[in-house]
């Protein structure tokens, strides 16, 4: 292909231009990348009012040279190296879903500026992270525990907020172009293979109060082959297709695309913030078997494939309002409005002639529309230093269906409308100087299951100005999701039905946080942080057998389960002169006893974690090396089996990633990194659920696709 | 300067990098192909047109040259061809944008009695190097009606709710399908007198030992005797004890399910077994005395349902039929099958059925009261593509009433063996299969579930590519067998493809 000649022949010119450049003015630039991160650290940002309180609960922030050193375009690409977090792919759907404390992503809420984010049929939990583009993100902050009286249901063990950059510190205009080009394992093709990225984001500073910032992100991942051989294979031996299912691809391709802007103003103290952002997602998934019908008037083999289409379109328009009430007393205003609709696609592919002969399905498979406000009024008695109080309502009203979490048997994929009105209020009462507490309440009620309330207490004690204490104990729930509830598969050999009348799992958490940071000279500074933390999970939602008024077996859920979570970490980081060094462990055990009526009390299961990054900068050729590690320790579940419970396991195994950013000329900087050093692919597992006919057991998981190296050019034009 | 020149090629990049190849090329290799391998024609028939099916359209004008050899036959004085042949061979043109291509037979004598007289037609060379032969390069024009000699049959099992059995006849390539809720029993035309259940339909019968009073048993009756059963618990995951004591707590354990009653330690089903032989039936055999037949309560199965189910999935049993009382008597060369709703106390429905000896088994319908015309002749059919087949028996290490989908069996009862080879070492495949690897021991006569459902894997979603099917019909033909699919294209069940070649 000639296109391809002509592109490698670009990208060489590119760097011979790029280094010509670089060797003129690299020492315009100054230490200003080292100063920054000094800042990050002793900064804490308390006058963003979206972000996440610092006040009450110990915050994790992952900020944009985070996210720069692993050249991070989605949310799944940066978050592998948290300690208490883990990612796990699903390569058929192409979904990335996060569990924390070894619970999964229906307990964690994900927020973009404050606001839950729709999901496929929910609103803040069960997030595909592949799906959060970082092009327009200013920081990530990740808070532990059950947060439910401030972000209510699903916040139970934890929350992630994404904040979006606003504004421009130095210059009227700037423009961001960078493209990225990477290997998905050892694949690498210019179209059809690895992995290519491309941004694009103007801001503008139209007044010192009012900026514009718009932008676009494509991100096609090309798919993950690892011995599967794509979507024309087919085995044909003596005019018969042998199925050996090696068609189709290990990790199904998917590309995205999101484009957002944002407008950040103001109307005499009021602040105004308003942000869209739309978002296409389409993964092909290839049929792993082969259709081998003759054709009965040649007598030759035709063979097809039935192949789906999933795609996925999501509209976002959030806008924030806040400013003072009167006095000192603060208000704050959210308002949003979020849709997202699934188009399903099946169709039969022929693969010899490579075409599409005819659509089986084309139809909107799942739809939702959310409407949501949230608002609080802070700082309520300013002229007391012993008392505060904060107040706030928040409100969701979602409608939608979803014809494949309600199971493709189901004859009524019926419109589903769920509301919550919750108040809730935090007050402050400050002891002394050095000792607050903070007790939380807040009430829920939600059209499915009716009225919940929440509390909280959290406590600081500074016993000095860098020796801190956090006790946080608080409470939230998970609400059941739409599979559990309204799931219906019916027919003479089956009965599995969801349980509408399931109750949320309530979940406690109890953290306790001893922070103590160390200046160690006029550049150095070590933080060391001790946390422990306890989850109770009770009525757990698990499926059981029962009968139903005909006396036949049924299938369903119920709150049966529970689970206890304990854990223990140490997290260190330290900053001198060049060298950012970090390097932190968690203990963590679980407990969990399968449907509560029966006597299968476990034991803590323990896993360990480590994590570990070291960053060196070389001021004089404006370069940061970065390497960082997390060895994912061997983890445990106790399953039900016919014989009882028995337990199943994950190996161990370690994440790396190394990089290098360079600053080439003020405006333009490349990152040349490798992910996944040891080259993981598939873990060993015996707890991989099997098929309903226990058809499909596999022994292994899969979390990545094999060693793959990366490219990105950024070209970064501020001008007035 | 250099800046833009930067920013210019970042751009370029953005556009180069975000285009992605759709370039397909048409990559099926043009092949021709006789679509028949063999002609019959009769004795009115004076011409044949001889088709040639391509396997894409074809993208230039040529020709294809064609062959032939007689079997007292000649050119000229028995036979012509348009276009002409007399030089030895046929010019057959293609047209571009064509499909297929055909020449005409002209029959100008017929065959003697007792003589055979054919001429095979074979494709010899083409206008263009790049065209190839496809699987039948000759075809065998009869002078007279002949066995077929190969096929590919598309079934018409009726798809995803799978509402039809399809009988099937190799020698004469011919298909009947029947809906597979026209009967419930079946009467066995043989010297024994024994009643079959249609197993297609999950029927299921138990015997009410020592009651010959059809009148009087009820829903509310206590059974002459308990029964000791057993049935699977999906909470416990294992068979356990059910002690039945009346007609509604068995009638509970009667139709066919997971938890279907019975006891195989004790010899107690309530269905035939799958094998199909005389003994395993769930009725047992009729007595010509008959206070010796005792009163059976017959579950009549499921309905057929009749929304489609999704993609890749079946719908076969439906909402459950009713259980009635029946009592069937013999004088040796008729059934008379008595029989009530199973609360009815005041009259009974009787008729009576001769033996049919063209037929193996007449299908009666206790629905309608009447004989239903189901099975072709004995010598008429050799597999029965059943779709649904239902019986009570074990499935690892327990028991229970199974229902399976796709299933095949052969006519045992007319004689009919088959037996499956399996791919492994030296075995040869089916394509490259002979008369000379013909197992005559292997060949099954007294179980007809040879075929079964294995033939294909439906979890997995594919036909079993490791194995095949071998055939010899009542009159001594011998086939393979080979199934090619069990969904159509569009991934609909109940569509099942086999490819067939007489040895």
């Known amino acids: 292909m000639s296109l391809n000649k002509c592109k490698g022949f670009l990208i060489t010119s590119l760097f011979i231009c790029a280094i010509g450049h670089a060797q003129e003015n690299n020492t315009m630039e100054k230490d200003s990348i080292s100063m920054q991160n000094l800042n990050e650290v002793v900064v804490t940002g308390e006058s963003q009012v979206m972000s996440l309180s610092k006040k009450l609960f110990a915050v994790g922030v992952l900020d944009q040279r985070d996210i720069a050193k692993v050249a991070g375009n989605n949310l799944a690409d940066i978050l592998n190296y948290n300690l208490n977090i883990t990612v796990t792919p699903d390569p058929s759907t192409g979904r990335s879903t996060i569990s924390m404390f070894g619970l999964d992503g229906q307990y964690v809420k994900v927020l973009i500026d404050g606001i839950p984010m729709a999901s496929d049929n929910g609103m803040g939990n069960n997030i595909d992270i592949t799906q959060i583009n970082l092009e327009d993100v200013e920081r990530i902050e990740i808070v532990e525990g059950s947060m439910g009286v401030l972000y209510g249901d699903n916040a139970v063990a934890g929350v992630i907020n994404i904040v979006t950059k606003r504004g421009l510190d130095h210059a009227k205009w700037q423009l961001q172009l960078s493209v990225q080009e990477e290997t998905v394992g050892d694949e690498y093709e210019w179209f059809d293979k690895g992995r290519h990225i491309q941004n694009a984001k103007l801001s503008h500073q139209l007044s010192e109060r009012t900026s514009i910032s718009i932008g676009g992100s494509r991100n096609d991942f090309a798919g993950f082959y690892n011995g599967y051989k794509g979507k024309n294979y087919v085995n044909i031996q003596d005019n018969a297709v042998v199925n050996d299912g090696l068609r189709g691809m290990e990790w199904n391709p998917k590309e995205q695309f999101t484009a957002f802007g944002n407008l950040n103003t103001g109307l005499g103290k009021h602040s ?31 063979p097809t494939a039935l192949d789906e289409n999933f795609d996925t379109q999501r509209v976002m328009n959030n806008l924030n309002i806040s400013g003072p009430l009167k006095g000192q007393t603060i208000y704050n205003l959210s308002f949003s409005q979020q849709t997202q609709k699934r188009y399903y696609q099946q169709y039969v592919y022929n693969i010899l002639q490579r075409g599409i002969e005819s659509y089986t399905a084309d139809n ?100 000095t100005d860098t020796f801190k204490v ?183 195994f370690t994440w790396m990633d190394a990089s290098v950013r360079t600053n080439i000329t003020k405006n333009f900087n490349i990152t040349l990194g490798a992910r996944n050093i040891f080259d993981i692919v598939r873990v060993n597992a015996s707890d991989v659920p099997s098929g309903a006919h226990g058809s499909s057991v596999s022994s292994s998981r899969l979390f990545g696709n094999g060693r793959s190296y990366f490219l990105k050019l950024l070209y970064n034009l501020n001008f007035n | 300067m250099k800046k833009t020149i930067l920013l210019k090629a970042i751009a370029l990049m953005l556009i180069l990098s975000s285009c992605s190849d759709d370039d397909g090329e048409n990559l099926v290799d043009f092949t021709a192909t006789f679509a028949s391998a063999t002609v ?178 009820t829903e509310s009756s206590e059974l002459p005797a308990p029964m000791e059963l057993v049935t699977y618990s999906f909470v416990t995951e294992q068979l356990e004890p059910v002690n039945v004591t009346t007609v509604a707590e068995l009638t509970a354990g009667l139709p066919i399910g997971y938890n279907q009653y019975g006891n195989l330690e004790q010899g107690i089903s309530f269905t035939d077994g799958p094998e199909g032989a005389l003994e395993g039936t769930a009725f047992a055999e009729i007595s010509t005395t008959p206070e010796e037949n005792y009163v059976y309560l017959v579950s009549l199965g499921k309905e057929i349902p009749t929304d489609p189910a999704p993609v ?70 050799d597999i029965n593509l059943s779709g649904v087949f239902t019986y009570y028996g074990y499935q690892g290490p327990i028991a229970a009433g199974l229902t399976y989908s796709d299933y095949v069996v052969h006519n045992t009862l007319g004689g009919v063996g088959m037996y499956q080879v399996t791919i492994e070492g030296d075995v040869p495949t089916y394509a490259n299969f002979t008369m000379a690897d013909v197992d005559e021991s292997a060949l099954v006569y007294d179980d007809r579930t040879v075929v079964g459902s294995g033939w294909r894997d439906a979890f997995g979603g594919v036909i079993n590519s490791d194995r095949y099917y071998v055939l010899k019909d009542a009159d001594g033909n011998y086939y393979k067998m080979n199934f090619t699919a069990y969904t159509n294209t569009e991934g609909e069940r109940g569509h099942f493809q086999f490819t067939y070649e007489r040895l």
Do not use: C
Request: without cysteine.
């Open chain 2, 40 to 217: 019959s024609t009769t004795e009115e028939e004076t011409s044949k047109e001889i088709v040639l099916n391509f396997s894409r359209s074809a993208s230039e004008d040529g020709t294809i040259t064609v062959s032939y050899s007689g079997d007292n036959a000649e050119y000229g004085t028995d036979f012509t061809t348009s276009p002409d042949g007399s030089s030895g061979t046929i010019s057959v043109p293609v047209t571009s944008g064509d499909t297929n291509a055909s020449f005409t037979f002209n029959k100008l004598t017929n065959a003697i009695e007792g003589t055979t007289k054919s001429v095979t037609f074979t494709i010899d060379g083409f206008s263009d190097a790049d065209w190839s032969t496809g699987s039948t390069s000759s075809a065998l024009v009869s002078y007279t009606p002949i066995a077929a000699t190969s096929g590919i049959i598309d079934t018409e099992n009726g798809g995803s709710n799978q509402p039809n059995q399809v009988y099937f006849d190799f020698s004469t390539g011919v298909q009947t399908a029947v809906r597979r809720d026209l009967w419930e029993i079946g009467l066995y035309n043989g010297t024994e007198n024994r009643v079959f259940l249609n197993n297609s339909l999950s029927v299921a019968a138990v015997e009410l030992t020592g009651v010959t009073d059809l009148l009087s048993m």
């Open chain 1, 272 to 302: 105004i913030f308003y942000k869209f952002q739309y978002y296409d997602e389409t993964v092909a998934v290839y049929n792993r078997n082969v259709n081998g019908r003759l054709n009965s008037d040649t007598g030759m083999v035709e």
């Open chain 1, 364 to 463: 909107l498979s799942q739809s939702s529309e959310i409407w949501y406000s949230k608002g609080f009024v802070g700082n309520m008695i300013p002229k007391s230093d012993f008392f505060n109080l904060q107040l706030g309502y928040e409100f969701t009203h979602q409608t939608g269906f979803d014809a494949i979490a309600t199971g493709e048997y189901s004859n009524d994929v019926v419109e589903n409308t769920l509301e919550n009105y919750d108040f809730f209020g935090v007050a402050d009462f400050n002891v002394s100087d050095r000792f607050s507490i903070f007790p939380g309440v807040r009430y829920t009620n939600n059209s499915q299951f009716g009225n919940k309330l929440i509390w909280s207490l959290s406590s600081t004690y500074d016993i």
């Open chain 1, 470 to 652: 956090k006790a946080i104990f608080g409470s939230a729930f998970r609400a059941p999701n739409f599979e559990e509830l309204f799931f219906y598969f019916v027919d003479s050999n089956h009965n599995v039905q969801g349980n509408p009348n399931l109750n949320p799992e309530d979940g406690i958490s109890i953290f306790l946080n001893l922070e103590h940071k160390f200046r160690l000279g006029e550049s150095s500074m070590l933080k060391t942080a001790f946390k422990s933390y306890y989850f109770d999970i009770k009525d757990k939602i698990a499926s059981v057998v029962t009968t139903d008024e005909e006396d036949r077996n049924l299938f369903t859920f119920d709150n049966v389960d529970y689970s206890k979570i304990l854990g223990f970490s140490l997290e260190n980081s330290l900053m001198m002169d060049r060298w950012q060094l970090s390097l932190g462990a968690t203990y963590l055990g679980e407990s969990t006893a399968i449907d509560e009526s029966q006597v299968s009390n476990s034991d803590y299961l323990w896993s360990f974690n480590l994590q570990s990054s070291v960053g060196y900068t070389i001021p004089s050729i404006n370069t940061t090396l970065s390497t960082q590690l997390k060895y994912n320790g061997r983890t445990q579940v106790v399953l039900n089996d016919s014989g009882g419970p028995v337990i199943g396991q994950t190996d161990d």
């Open chain 2, 312 to 381: 890749g999935s079946i719908a076969t049993t439906g909402d459950p039929r009713p259980i009635i009382k029946v009592r069937i008597l013999s004088d040796g060369n008729s059934y008379t099958i008595q029989y009530a709703d199973l609360n009815e106390t005041t009259t009974i429905s009787e008729v009576t059925v001769p033996k049919d000896a063209a037929h193996n088994i007449t299908a009666f319908s206790l629905t309608h009261g009447e004989t239903v015309s189901v099975e072709p002749a004995k010598e008429e059919w």
